[in-house]
């Protein structure tokens, strides 16, 4: 029969004598968690709560303050589904998280991938300057890009024109078919360096070893890249796929200060709708409940993309 | 003995279910009361409306709050009015700045809803309605002193500040539309004067396109916001002696109605004509006026403050080569937004007395506030500020004074064009708005559907 190992016996004893000595793992853990669950509880939990009774009702400015609003059930999520704006709305939303996602990840992937390189000096370089976008502030990247897109006096049309390739200057926000495109344009240049970094990170934790076997076999770069890389990124992939995704489908600065929803309601997204109604027209019942919607179709992608995609990795 | 250590599964487990519990905890809801807002709400202004008209001892606040915009140097142009504020009562002002009058509405809604003191701050025309219905704003009637600004505002300015009857704020500032024109276009056209009439208007565009002086004679500024786009529909309409809505809400824009006409002839500026940039349709308030200020174009219809500030100011690189004209076909659009008392001041005859240095006399009778704003062309009062000297030569430096102010002897109130304006519904349909017009004005719809469709929403939302 085994003896039991020496630390399990001081295991039982630690147990049976409490805090006159060190505590279990599980304790020492649970103790030094419970301030940042008490946080988040406060700071999200219960305004989560709030908003999701709030869509429950049918809540003005007047009935926020005094906290006695009436309860209307789901009327305001079946007005929501009756309400065309909304719907265009939500159109527009997964257009724009549908294109934009890929462009951030692939975006990321290639820009860590150049970055990689130690003897490069465009490598170290890029390696500083690549936050910079990500620093800048969403409004003020927004009323930069604004300013690149105006048509009497902005530098993308001096620059296709220069180019040959317009005669005269485009209107690139007031066209809409081109007005998400601008948004989106400016949403995955700002975005690009968050992904960039997680990748860069993920990149180094990859064993050189397994590189240098791979070429001894003969594997080609591509080869290489579609047979080791991707593989052992797929968890950094998830995670960002999960965080783009649910950032994407909350974009509002970018539509905010480019375009206004505009021209027409081309460029109204989710996240604009819920504003709209919860600040403009001061209806706060129906503002939460569209909040919940979007809160829901987030939660749906992160389960199909820790279903399908997540998987643990070991080298 | 069992292992009691917690494993990683058993803590995200708890953490989980107490997460839940708290989440639930946010849903429990009070006894459900069916409240009538209504009544509450005018329960608690005639409170408030009391304790301002009835004398009470006077009681010195510790200080007051307000909330107001920075956007055209008010920053600066309003410390020396809190100075005198100051050194006359001895009472300091917290002043919460926002950026531009858009934010404002965020701000004060946030604040209400918390219930923090909110003495005196702006209140957009697009927002007033709502503001008052919600009770966020009190009545200012039987304030002391209150009839004797609206004697020297200009007339009709009195109705952007009433609801169900009540005076519920004070002017802050008005603006007028006003047309500006290039005045070496205008010479190489070969015409005297602006035009006065829009058939004139369009032979001049037609021919200044024909002999190429500018690829699109004239900008407009039809970017999507709260008072852009829809401000100049509302001005054509109203000078061409029509209304978009009856006082009731009930829109006019049928069939016959000038409304439609109007729409017809702007749509068809932009798509057969070509007589209008079609990169209007993203300019807004200040954009406008800089591209026009680019000197590409022949016509723009804006304000005087725009024109002081970016045509024939600033960094504008043409500076001196444009003037105003009067808008052609009949009176303007006026409109403006006022400054309100909150309901939740605990000083109310307090706020009344600093709003009154910001927009209105001191207690020595000077109009400091309005003569700053004059300098920026923003004074509620324009007829009485250019007695100010000072003003009459600033303003006669940019644009022809006479100009400027036979505009704003003819001007109809956008309250008069638009009477829904003063609905709570209004901010919801000036988004239909937006949309139709922008839409008709691209070539998407035609003008009849688009005013159709404006129609319909706006029976929809009056009920």
Not at chain 1, 41 to 65: D, E, H, N
Request: glycine letters at 8%; one cysteine or more; proline letters at 6%.
């Amino acid at each position: 029969m085994l003896e039991p190992a020496a630390h399990d016996s001081e295991l039982r004893e630690t147990q049976r004598f409490g805090f006159r000595r060190e505590l279990a793992g599980g304790q020492m853990a649970l103790l030094l968690n419970i301030p940042t669950t008490v946080l988040v509880l406060l700071v999200l939990a219960y305004p989560l709560g709030y908003t999701l009774y709030v869509s429950f009702t049918q809540a003005s400015i007047k009935q926020l303050q005094t906290g006695k609003m009436p309860l209307v059930g789901f009327v305001n999520y079946l007005e929501l589904f009756k309400d065309p704006v909304f719907l265009l709305s939500l159109k527009n939303t997964f257009f724009f998280s549908l294109v934009s996602v890929p462009l951030i990840v692939l975006g990321g992937l290639f820009v860590a991938m150049a970055m990689k390189p130690e003897g490069f000096f465009i490598a170290r370089v890029t390696r500083y300057l690549i936050l910079l976008p990500w620093a800048v502030p969403p409004i003020a990247g927004g009323l930069m890009w604004n300013f690149i897109y105006n048509p009497n006096y902005g530098y993308l049309n001096a620059v296709l024109r220069n180019l040959g390739l317009v005669e005269e200057f485009v209107s690139v926000v007031g066209d809409p078919k081109l007005a998400m495109w601008a948004v989106i344009v400016a949403y995955v240049w700002r975005v690009v360096p968050f992904a960039t970094v997680m990748f860069y990170a993920a990149l180094q934790s990859i064993p050189e070893d397994l590189y240098d076997a791979a070429e001894v076999d003969g594997a080609n770069a591509w080869q290489r890249f579609r047979s080791i890389t991707l593989p052992l990124l797929r968890p950094t992939i998830t995670v960002l796929l999960l965080l783009r995704t649910a950032w994407a489908f909350m974009v509002f600065d970018e539509v905010f200060a480019i375009t206004y929803g505009g021209p027409g309601n081309a460029t109204w997204v989710a996240a604009y709708f819920t504003y709209s109604y919860s600040f403009k027209y001061m209806e706060m019942g129906m503002g939460a409940a569209s909040a919940y919607i979007l809160t829901f179709i987030i939660a749906l992608f992160a389960l199909f993309y820790i279903k399908f995609i997540y998987t643990e990795i070991e080298y | 003995m069992a292992d009691k250590s917690i494993n990683r599964r058993d803590f995200l487990k708890w953490f989980g279910l107490t997460a839940a519990a708290g989440a639930i905890g946010g849903c429990v809801a009070p006894t459900p009361e069916v409240i009538e807002v209504e009544k509450e709400v005018e329960k608690v202004v005639t409170q408030v409306v009391e304790k301002v008209v009835t004398p009470t001892p006077e009681t010195k606040p510790d200080e007051l709050v307000m909330i107001w915009q920075t956007i055209s140097n008010q920053d600066k142009l309003f410390k020396p009015v809190l100075d005198r504020w100051e050194a006359d009562y001895g009472i300091p002002v917290r002043w919460i700045q926002t950026p531009n009058i858009e934010e404002q509405v965020t701000k004060t809604l946030s604040m209400f809803v918390a219930g923090e003191v909110m003495d005196v701050f702006t209140v957009m025309i697009t927002s007033f309605a709502q503001f008052a219905e919600e009770g966020i704003i009190i009545p200012l009637d039987g304030m002391p002193g209150l009839d004797d600004y609206f004697e020297i505002a200009p007339a009709s300015v009195k109705s952007l500040t009433q609801y169900k009857g009540k005076t519920m704020g004070m002017v802050q500032w008005v603006a007028s539309q006003c047309g500006c024109y290039n005045k070496k276009f205008l010479e190489q056209g070969g015409w005297e004067s602006p035009p006065e009439t829009w058939e004139e208007w369009e032979d001049h565009c037609l021919k200044a396109k024909k002999d190429g002086i500018a690829t699109y004679p004239t900008l407009w500024m039809c970017g999507t916001g709260i008072d852009h786009l829809n401000s100049v529909f509302y001005s054509l309409v109203g000078g061409a002696g029509g209304k978009v809505t009856e006082g009731d809400g009930t829109p006019t824009l049928g069939p016959g109605s000038k409304a439609r006409e109007v729409l017809t002839w702007w749509a068809k500026s932009f798509l057969e004509t070509e007589i209008s940039d079609p990169r209007s349709l993203e300019l807004r308030y200040y954009p406008a006026a800089k591209a026009y200020a680019q000197g590409q174009h022949l016509y723009h219809l804006g304000t005087r403050q725009t024109f002081f500030t970016v045509i024939n100011g600033g960094d504008s690189p043409t500076i001196g080569q444009h003037d105003i004209f009067k808008q052609p076909g009949g009176p303007s659009l006026i409109t403006g937004d006022s400054s309100g008392v909150g309901s939740t001041s605990e000083n109310p005859e307090w706020a009344w007395k600093l709003m009154q240095y910001l927009i209105g006399k001191t207690k020595d009778g000077e109009y400091l506030g309005p003569s700053k704003l004059a300098t920026e062309v923003l004074t509620p009062y324009p007829a009485q500020a250019v007695e100010d000297p000072v003003v009459s030569k600033l303003w006669s430096n940019l644009f022809s004074l006479d100009v400027a102010l036979e505009t704003l002897a003819d001007t109809i109130a956008v309250t008069d064009i638009a009477p829904a304006i003063m609905t709570p519904w209004w901010p919801k349909w000036q988004d239909t708005v937006n949309t139709k017009l922008q839409e008709c004005l691209a070539g998407l719809i035609t003008p009849d559907e688009a005013c159709d469709e404006m129609a319909d929403s706006a029976m929809e939302l009056k009920g």
